[in-house]
């Protein structure tokens, strides 16, 4: 697994760590990721600071700690203001994977 160096390893979210032993696929992050990149956003902003490069965690092969995605989670509600976002990045994922534009 290769990981980005950041000045801090550790990212706290909610009393647990980055480093926790929960470890999901990047599948659901590669989705968001392109999502957000089709409705304009900035993902490199979203992904600053991590300890997972742009790059290794749009990779859906690759995995990561379960509170990385819950991070990035967060990230997103907070850059878009929509609380549904999972929701969303989840109804248009088969959308994203046939090139067809994404609504907002």
């Known amino acids: 697994m ?3 160096t950041t000045e801090s390893a550790e990212i ?3 009393g647990t760590t980055m480093f926790d032993t929960k470890d999901v696929s990047c599948r659901v992050v590669n989705s968001l990721l392109k999502y957000l990149e089709a409705l304009g956003h900035n993902v490199d902003s979203l992904v600053e600071g991590l300890p997972f490069s742009g790059q290794y965690l749009g990779n859906s092969l690759n995995w990561i ?3 990385v995605r819950e991070e990035l ?7 878009t203001g929509d609380e549904r976002i999972m929701y ?3 109804l248009a994922t ?5 090139g067809v534009p994404v609504c907002r």
Do not use: F
Request: proline fraction near 8%; hydrophobic fraction near 30%.
């Open 12 to 14: 706290t979210n909610s």
């Open 88 to 90: 969303k990045v989840g």
């Open 73 to 79: 989670q967060d990230r997103a509600v907070k850059v």
């Open 65 to 67: 700690p379960y509170s």
């Open 2 to 4: 290769t990981m980005k």
């Open 94 to 98: 088969p959308k994203i994977k046939l």
